[in-house]
């Protein structure tokens, strides 16, 4: 039967209010009601043939509770004179939410709404766009909105979220709902209170004003010569904030960046040099080392797309960053060890050289075989003690 039924009356309201805009008119005091819904009824022949079924039918609909349902007369040959539902109508919003037993949530919602208008009415347009988000968000919303008011008060506060003093709200509270927490930031605050270029929940911190946890780089140095604390061993692993090492300017020529960390501890003693440990996608924790910039660089990393990628992504920093041990000849001498890249990037990589891009290509285009991936930590160890003996 193709009539319609009264729980699909209720399920076009119901969509209604998964959609949000019940609920998001009333943050709006915007009103569509009366509501009329799509109500399909029988046939001439219908009624003709299955004159019970229909009379069952309209009684189902002329039953309902919350709904108006308006009738159509009719006069048929054989039954006479009789009414039909014709149209059906809800009248308005608590009609609405009653029907599809929503009251308690609409309850809900209005006090929100109140407590909103009352305490920051700029939050109100948040409301209206993710009025179920709110509910969701109903046990706690008191606590986002004291935090809302802590930060207009303290604007770029400079401070670590552990140093926010809020009664009921925690560090873990806030780093929990940063993602909602920014959304309302964004209503509220003026622009100058707000670093644009800072964008995603992590760096939350950043973006408005909070200290962040201080990038750290960890290094050793390869001459025992050129330790920093006791001359003549390069077991020293140090690690420093970024801003200190940015001002450490040690006395080498050289400088190799690894992604390994065994590959960093088992890095061989090299005279002038240091080794970094490197940190994947992501090298804004080398960008204010300026003496960088005056010593000779080398990346070493897998070799497969990634890798590359990665190489390409650095010297976007140090556009003079040498590859090491990223070549064809070290691929093809470890075949026997590579491995299998899951996903592949195929993006161009204009910061190749003409030798990395050949072989990049190689990759990227399965041309040697399906998604090769030779991890740095498979080449052997004298191969690596000759390729620095050559350097």
Request: aromatic fraction near 10%; proline fraction near 4%.
């Amino acid at each position: 039967m193709s009539w319609t039924t009264p729980d699909e009356l209720r399920a076009q309201v119901n969509r209604l209010w998964e959609r949000g805009e019940l609920l998001g008119n009333l943050a709006l005091e915007s009103s569509s009601f009366p509501k009329r819904l799509v109500l399909k009824g029988p046939t001439s022949m219908e009624i003709a043939e299955r004159f019970d079924e229909v009379r069952e039918w309209s009684g189902s609909l002329r039953g309902m509770p919350h709904c108006r349902v308006e009738m159509r007369e009719f006069r048929h040959r054989v039954f006479g004179a009789n009414a039909l539902p014709n149209e059906a109508w809800v009248d308005s919003f608590d009609e609405a939410v009653a029907l599809i037993g929503k009251q308690r949530d609409a309850a809900r919602f209005a006090a929100l709404l109140s407590m909103t208008n009352a305490r920051e009415p700029r939050l109100v347009p948040w409301l209206a766009r993710k009025p179920l988000r709110a509910l969701e968000l109903a046990g706690i919303w008191e606590r986002m909105l004291d935090v809302c008011a802590w930060i207009e008060r303290h604007p770029r506060p400079n401070v670590y979220l552990r140093q926010i003093d809020i009664a009921d709200v925690h560090t873990k509270f806030i780093e929990s709902q940063r993602s909602v927490l920014a959304e309302l930031f964004e209503l509220i605050l003026p622009g100058e209170a707000v670093d644009a270029e800072r964008s995603g929940s992590s760096q939350f911190s950043l973006r408005y004003g909070f200290r962040d946890k201080p990038l750290r780089i960890r290094f050793r140095m390869l001459d025992a010569s050129k330790a920093l604390f006791q001359p003549g061993t390069t077991e020293q692993d140090i690690t420093l904030d970024a801003v200190s090492f940015a001002r450490l300017d040690p006395d080498v020529s050289r400088v190799f960046i690894t992604e390994n960390e065994v590959n960093f501890l088992a890095f061989p003693a090299v005279a002038d040099s240091m080794v970094v440990f490197g940190a994947g996608y992501g090298f804004e924790m080398l960008a204010g080392a300026s003496w960088l910039v005056e010593r000779r660089v080398f990346y070493w990393g897998d070799i497969d797309t990634h890798g590359f990628a990665i190489l390409d992504q650095l010297r976007g920093l140090l556009g003079h960053v040498e590859s090491f041990l990223m070549d064809r000849e070290t691929l093809m001498a470890f075949a026997s060890l590579w491995d299998r890249e899951e996903k592949q990037t195929v993006r161009d990589l204009p910061r190749l050289t003409q030798a990395e891009r050949a072989l990049y290509d190689d990759l990227r285009d399965n041309r040697l075989r399906a998604n090769i991936r030779l991890e740095q930590e498979r080449v052997g160890f004298g191969w690596v003690e000759r390729a620095l003996g050559r350097g």
